[in-house]
C-alpha cells in the first residue's frame, strides 16, 4: 500500500473529536489495522498518524525508523486513549439531530451509536482511511468491526443491521450484503446531503431529508377546474378528510393521467383543502442529479416514518421509476417487483396518506392495483372546464374568439395553456394583441404537435360558410325537420352517407348550432392508434367525454370503425367495431356518424342508426340557387341563362364546391360569373365522380 501524504500543518490533533480519536485507535489496534498502517519501513499514512500521536514517526531516516517501536507506542497510546475517552461523545449538533430522529422514530441506542459513526465516516477522510487498512469487509466482518469500534454487544448490533431493523425499514441506513467492501462502502446513507446536513446544523426532519422530500409548491388551479371529476372527487375528498382526522392507515391513491392534466395540481389543491402538509418525493437531489426507483423508495419509508405524526399527505410522482424501471427483455425486474412484499405491506400500513402519479396504470402489476383504495383517471378537461382555465390564464391576452377556438382542441392539458400564457405575458408589452393571439397559438401549437396531437384550428375552420343553408343539401329526408324532432325530443343516431363535399360534416356543425350543443368532430385519425387497444380506449373516452359535457358527436369517417364483420377482418378490427357498437349502443346524446361508403358499414351497426340519411350531389335547381347566392355575397354581377346552362352540365356538383370557392375568392377574387363558372367546372374535371350530370340534363 503506498504511503499518503498530506503536509502536517493541514491536520490539527486538537481539532479531532475525541470519541472520532478512540475509533481511530481502536481500528488500528484491537481490530488490527496498524499490520497494515504500520510497515516495515514507514507509516503509510501522515494525517492517520499525525491523528493518533505518532506524528514523530513520519518521515524518520532509515536508521530512526523501528517498526516494532512504532506498534508499541501506538499500542500505549490506544490504551490510554480508552481510559480517557470512556465517557467521549460525538458533536453535539450531531447528537441533537439524531436524538431528534431517535425521538420520531424509536431508534434504540444502538441504532443512534451506529448512525452516528455511519455519518462521520462518510463525512470525515480519517475514519474511512483508518478502515481502509481493515482490508476487503464481508457482512459478519463489518459487525464485528462495529462491536469492537462502538463498544457494542455483537448481538445488538446484527438486530440494528438487520433488514427488518429501524434504520433499515426507515431508510436511514442501509448495508450492502453482497460480497466484501470497504467498511465506507459497506454503508449507505438516505441521501448524499444527509451526513452533510445532520453535523452542520441543529435542522427539523424536513430540513435533513429536503435531498429526497421537498415541500411543495402553491396550487395554480382550484377545485372547480376538476368538476370534470366531481364523481370521483365526491367519494376522495370525504375519504382524505377521514383518514386525516382518524389517523387511518394504509391509504393510498392512484392519479393517473396524461402528463398536463392537473395530476400535481390536485394534490396540492387536496391538501390545502384539509390544510395539511404536502411533501413530494424527489426524482432528483440538490445538484440536480436524478434519484433512482430504490433510492425513492427509502426516500418514502424515512417520510412515512419521520411525518406520522404530523398532519400531513406525500405525493409520488412518477412512480414508473419505481413500478417501471426493470428490463423484461434482459429479465430484470423492476425496483417494485424485487421489493414486492415490502410494498404489498406499505401499501397496506402507510401511517402518511400517500397519493401515487403516473401518466398511465399500464405498468402496474394488478397485485399492487388491488391495494389502492382509489385509482382515479383525470382525464382531459372538458371542453367548458378547458374554457374556464383558459379565460382564467388568458383573458387578459385574447379575446372571446380566440378564447373559445383554442377551448375547442380536446386534447388540449390545462399546463400548456398556463405555461404558453406565462411566456407570451412576459413579453406581452413587446406584442400588440393580434401578435398575442398569434404567439399563444404558435406556442400551444408547436407543443400539440410535440405531443403528437394536430395543431390548433384556424379560425374558420369550424366555422359555416356565410352561405350555408339547408335547402342547398339534396337530402333524401327534411334536414331541418330532423333538427325540430332532435329538439323536442334525444337522443338520436343518424349515419349521414354520401359522395365527398356534400355537406355531412357541415350538416353536423349545423345541427349543434341548431340544438344549442356543444359540438365533439372526430376523425379516423383521433381515434386510431398503433398500439394494441388504445383505439379501443380513445372510443370510450370520446364517448364519455361528448356525454359528460352534453355535446353532438360527430365522426367523420365512421366506415374506419364499423367495417363489415362477415369480411375478412383482423382480431384487432373486429374489436374496434365491437367497441364502437357497444359506445353507439348507450350513448345518451346525439350521435352523427358520416361515410362515403355505406355498403362497407357492418350490418349491426347500421341497425343501430335510428336515421340512415343519403346525401347527394346538388340538383340544378339548388346549384342555380346556390349561385345566385353565392354571386351577391361575392359582389358578382348574377348569372345570366347562359351561366345557369353551363352549371347544370357540371357533374358531381357539391355544396363543398363552392366552400372552395368562397375561400379562394378570398385570396384570388373572381372578377365575373363567368370566371367563377370556370373555376367551378375545373374543380369538377379533376374530381371522380358519377358520369351523370346534375338537373335536368340527366
Same mark, same amino acid.
Given at each position: 500500500?503506498?504511503?499518503?501524504?498530506?503536509?502536517?500543518?493541514?491536520?490539527?490533533?486538537?481539532?479531532?473529536?475525541?470519541?472520532?480519536?478512540?475509533?481511530?485507535?481502536?481500528?488500528?489496534?484491537?481490530?488490527?489495522?496498524?499490520?497494515?498502517?504500520?510497515?516495515?519501513?514507514?507509516?503509510?499514512?501522515?494525517?492517520?498518524?499525525?491523528?493518533?500521536?505518532?506524528?514523530?514517526?513520519?518521515?524518520?531516516?532509515?536508521?530512526?525508523?523501528?517498526?516494532?517501536?512504532?506498534?508499541?507506542?501506538?499500542?500505549?497510546?490506544?490504551?490510554?486513549?480508552?481510559?480517557?475517552?470512556?465517557?467521549?461523545?460525538?458533536?453535539?449538533?450531531?447528537?441533537?439531530?439524531?436524538?431528534?430522529?431517535?425521538?420520531?422514530?424509536?431508534?434504540?441506542?444502538?441504532?443512534?451509536?451506529?448512525?452516528?459513526?455511519?455519518?462521520?465516516?462518510?463525512?470525515?477522510?480519517?475514519?474511512?482511511?483508518?478502515?481502509?487498512?481493515?482490508?476487503?469487509?464481508?457482512?459478519?466482518?463489518?459487525?464485528?468491526?462495529?462491536?469492537?469500534?462502538?463498544?457494542?454487544?455483537?448481538?445488538?448490533?446484527?438486530?440494528?443491521?438487520?433488514?427488518?431493523?429501524?434504520?433499515?425499514?426507515?431508510?436511514?441506513?442501509?448495508?450492502?450484503?453482497?460480497?466484501?467492501?470497504?467498511?465506507?462502502?459497506?454503508?449507505?446513507?438516505?441521501?448524499?446531503?444527509?451526513?452533510?446536513?445532520?453535523?452542520?446544523?441543529?435542522?427539523?426532519?424536513?430540513?435533513?431529508?429536503?435531498?429526497?422530500?421537498?415541500?411543495?409548491?402553491?396550487?395554480?388551479?382550484?377545485?372547480?377546474?376538476?368538476?370534470?371529476?366531481?364523481?370521483?372527487?365526491?367519494?376522495?375528498?370525504?375519504?382524505?378528510?377521514?383518514?386525516?382526522?382518524?389517523?387511518?392507515?394504509?391509504?393510498?391513491?392512484?392519479?393517473?393521467?396524461?402528463?398536463?392534466?392537473?395530476?400535481?395540481?390536485?394534490?396540492?389543491?387536496?391538501?390545502?383543502?384539509?390544510?395539511?402538509?404536502?411533501?413530494?418525493?424527489?426524482?432528483?437531489?440538490?445538484?440536480?442529479?436524478?434519484?433512482?426507483?430504490?433510492?425513492?423508495?427509502?426516500?418514502?419509508?424515512?417520510?412515512?416514518?419521520?411525518?406520522?405524526?404530523?398532519?400531513?399527505?406525500?405525493?409520488?410522482?412518477?412512480?414508473?421509476?419505481?413500478?417501471?424501471?426493470?428490463?423484461?427483455?434482459?429479465?430484470?425486474?423492476?425496483? *417494485?417487483?424485487?421489493?414486492?412484499?415490502? #410494498?404489498?405491506?406499505? +401499501? &397496506?400500513?402507510?401511517?402518511? !396518506?400517500? @397519493?401515487?402519479? =403516473?401518466?398511465?396504470?399500464?405498468?402496474?402489476?394488478?397485485?399492487?392495483?388491488?391495494?389502492?383504495?382509489?385509482?382515479?383517471?383525470?382525464?382531459?378537461?372538458?371542453?367548458?372546464?378547458?374554457?374556464?382555465?383558459?379565460?382564467?390564464?388568458?383573458?387578459?391576452?385574447?379575446?372571446?374568439?380566440?378564447?373559445?377556438?383554442?377551448?375547442?382542441?380536446?386534447?388540449?392539458?390545462?399546463?400548456?395553456?398556463?405555461?404558453?400564457?406565462?411566456?407570451?405575458?412576459?413579453?406581452?408589452?413587446?406584442?400588440?394583441?393580434?401578435?398575442? *393571439?398569434?404567439?399563444?397559438?404558435?406556442? #400551444?401549437?408547436?407543443? +400539440? &404537435?410535440?405531443?403528437?396531437? !394536430?395543431? @390548433?384550428?384556424? =379560425?374558420?375552420?369550424?366555422?359555416?360558410?356565410?352561405?350555408?343553408?339547408?335547402?342547398?343539401?339534396?337530402?333524401?329526408?327534411?334536414?331541418?325537420?330532423?333538427?325540430?324532432?332532435?329538439?323536442?325530443?334525444?337522443?338520436?343516431?343518424?349515419?349521414?352517407?354520401?359522395?365527398?363535399?356534400?355537406?355531412?360534416?357541415?350538416?353536423?356543425?349545423?345541427?349543434?348550432?341548431?340544438?344549442?350543443?356543444?359540438?365533439?368532430?372526430?376523425?379516423?385519425?383521433?381515434?386510431?392508434?398503433?398500439?394494441?387497444?388504445?383505439?379501443?380506449?380513445?372510443?370510450?373516452?370520446?364517448?364519455?367525454?361528448?356525454?359528460?359535457?352534453?355535446?353532438?358527436?360527430?365522426?367523420?369517417?365512421?366506415? =374506419?370503425?364499423?367495417?363489415?364483420?362477415?369480411?375478412?377482418?383482423?382480431?384487432?378490427?373486429?374489436?374496434?367495431?365491437?367497441?364502437?357498437?357497444?359506445?353507439?349502443?348507450?350513448?345518451?346524446?346525439?350521435?352523427?356518424?358520416?361515410?362515403?361508403?355505406?355498403?362497407?358499414?357492418?350490418?349491426?351497426?347500421?341497425?343501430?342508426?335510428?336515421?340512415?340519411?343519403?346525401?347527394?350531389?346538388?340538383?340544378?335547381?339548388?346549384?342555380?340557387?346556390?349561385?345566385?347566392?353565392?354571386?351577391?355575397?361575392?359582389?358578382?354581377?348574377?348569372?345570366?341563362?347562359?351561366?345557369?346552362?353551363?352549371?347544370?352540365?357540371?357533374?358531381?356538383?357539391?355544396?363543398?364546391?363552392?366552400?372552395?370557392?368562397?375561400?379562394?375568392?378570398?385570396?384570388?377574387?373572381?372578377?365575373?360569373?363567368?370566371?367563377?363558372?370556370?373555376?367551378?367546372?375545373?374543380?369538377?374535371?379533376?374530381?371522380?365522380?358519377?358520369?351523370?350530370?346534375?338537373?335536368?340534363?340527366?
Amino acid at each position: 500500500m503506498a504511503k499518503r501524504r498530506n503536509p502536517r500543518r493541514s491536520l490539527n490533533p486538537l481539532d479531532i473529536p475525541p470519541i472520532v480519536r478512540l475509533w481511530l485507535l481502536r481500528i488500528l489496534v484491537p481490530l488490527g489495522g496498524y499490520r497494515e498502517f504500520i510497515s516495515y519501513s514507514e507509516i503509510r499514512s501522515d494525517p492517520l498518524a499525525i491523528a493518533v500521536g505518532l506524528e514523530e514517526w513520519i518521515d524518520p531516516s532509515p536508521r530512526e525508523y523501528d517498526q516494532k517501536t512504532a506498534t508499541t507506542q501506538l499500542r500505549k497510546i490506544y490504551q490510554a486513549c480508552e481510559d480517557e475517552s470512556w465517557d467521549a461523545m460525538v458533536p453535539s449538533c450531531l447528537q441533537r439531530n439524531v436524538k431528534r430522529l431517535a425521538d420520531l422514530a424509536n431508534l434504540s441506542e444502538t441504532d443512534c451509536r451506529i448512525l452516528e459513526f455511519a455519518v462521520i465516516l462518510n463525512d470525515g477522510q480519517l475514519v474511512a482511511l483508518a478502515a481502509d487498512y481493515l482490508g476487503e469487509l464481508s457482512t459478519l466482518k463489518l459487525f464485528n468491526a462495529l462491536t469492537v469500534v462502538l463498544d457494542l454487544s455483537e448481538r445488538d448490533v446484527c438486530a440494528s443491521l438487520s433488514p427488518h431493523g429501524v434504520l433499515a425499514t426507515t431508510g436511514l441506513l442501509s448495508i450492502d450484503r453482497q460480497g466484501t467492501s470497504s467498511l465506507r462502502e459497506k454503508f449507505d446513507l438516505l441521501s448524499r446531503s444527509f451526513a452533510d446536513h445532520i453535523l452542520s446544523f441543529d435542522a427539523d426532519p424536513v430540513v435533513l431529508l429536503r435531498d429526497i422530500l421537498t415541500p411543495s409548491t402553491p396550487a395554480e388551479l382550484s377545485l372547480a377546474d376538476f368538476d370534470h371529476v366531481g364523481e370521483s372527487l365526491s367519494l376522495l375528498l370525504p375519504y382524505l378528510k377521514h383518514a386525516l382526522t382518524t389517523g387511518r392507515k394504509g391509504v393510498n391513491i392512484f392519479l393517473q393521467g396524461q402528463p398536463g392534466t392537473g395530476k400535481s395540481q390536485l394534490a396540492k389543491l387536496l391538501a390545502k383543502e384539509f390544510d395539511c402538509e404536502l411533501f413530494e418525493v424527489a426524482s432528483e437531489d440538490s445538484e440536480n442529479k436524478p434519484v433512482d426507483g430504490e433510492r425513492r423508495l427509502r426516500a418514502f419509508k424515512a417520510a412515512q416514518c419521520f411525518f406520522s405524526k404530523r398532519r400531513a399527505i406525500l405525493l409520488f410522482d412518477e412512480v414508473e421509476d419505481v413500478f417501471d424501471d426493470g428490463d423484461y427483455g434482459f429479465g430484470r425486474k423492476s425496483t *417494485a417487483q424485487t421489493r414486492k412484499a415490502w #410494498i404489498n405491506r406499505i +401499501l &397496506e400500513s402507510n401511517p402518511v !396518506p400517500t @397519493l401515487w402519479l =403516473s401518466n398511465s396504470i399500464q405498468s402496474l402489476d394488478p397485485a399492487f392495483i388491488r391495494r389502492f383504495d382509489m385509482v382515479i383517471e383525470l382525464p382531459l378537461p372538458s371542453r367548458r372546464q378547458r374554457e374556464r382555465i383558459i379565460r382564467e390564464a388568458c383573458s387578459d391576452l385574447l379575446d372571446e374568439a380566440d378564447m373559445d377556438r383554442i377551448a375547442e382542441h380536446e386534447s388540449l392539458a390545462p399546463a400548456v395553456v398556463t405555461r404558453a400564457a406565462s411566456v407570451v405575458r412576459t413579453i406581452h408589452q413587446e406584442l400588440d394583441s393580434c401578435d398575442a *393571439a398569434r404567439a399563444m397559438a404558435l406556442l #400551444i401549437g408547436n407543443t +400539440l &404537435e410535440g405531443q403528437g396531437y !394536430p395543431r @390548433l384550428r384556424s =379560425s374558420d375552420d369550424n366555422r359555416l360558410p356565410e352561405f350555408y343553408d339547408t335547402a342547398f343539401i339534396n337530402a333524401d329526408a327534411d334536414l331541418a325537420k330532423i333538427a325540430e324532432a332532435l329538439i323536442a325530443a334525444r337522443p338520436g343516431r343518424l349515419c349521414l352517407f354520401g359522395p365527398p363535399g356534400t355537406g355531412k360534416t357541415a350538416y353536423g356543425k349545423w345541427l349543434a348550432d341548431r340544438l344549442d350543443l356543444p359540438l365533439q368532430t372526430k376523425r379516423a385519425s383521433d381515434l386510431l392508434s398503433m398500439w394494441v387497444g388504445e383505439s379501443e380506449k380513445k372510443i370510450a373516452r370520446t364517448f364519455r367525454q361528448a356525454a359528460e359535457e352534453n355535446a353532438l358527436l360527430m365522426i367523420d369517417e365512421v366506415d =374506419s370503425f364499423l367495417q363489415d364483420r362477415r369480411g375478412d377482418l383482423r382480431g384487432w378490427e373486429t374489436s374496434l367495431v365491437n367497441e364502437m357498437l357497444t359506445q353507439i349502443e348507450s350513448f345518451p346524446g346525439v350521435f352523427i356518424a358520416s361515410t362515403n361508403l355505406l355498403r362497407n358499414l357492418d350490418q349491426a351497426a347500421l341497425r343501430r342508426f335510428d336515421l340512415k340519411i343519403k346525401f347527394d350531389f346538388m340538383t340544378c335547381e339548388q346549384a342555380a340557387k346556390l349561385l345566385c347566392r353565392f354571386c351577391a355575397m361575392a359582389n358578382i354581377p348574377a348569372p345570366g341563362p347562359d351561366h345557369l346552362i353551363r352549371l347544370a352540365r357540371l357533374r358531381g356538383l357539391t355544396p363543398g364546391d363552392f366552400a372552395v370557392m368562397a375561400r379562394r375568392h378570398r385570396f384570388h377574387p373572381f372578377a365575373s360569373c363567368d370566371a367563377l363558372i370556370e373555376a367551378l367546372e375545373a374543380e369538377c374535371e379533376i374530381k371522380e365522380g358519377p358520369t351523370a350530370a346534375i338537373g335536368f340534363l340527366q
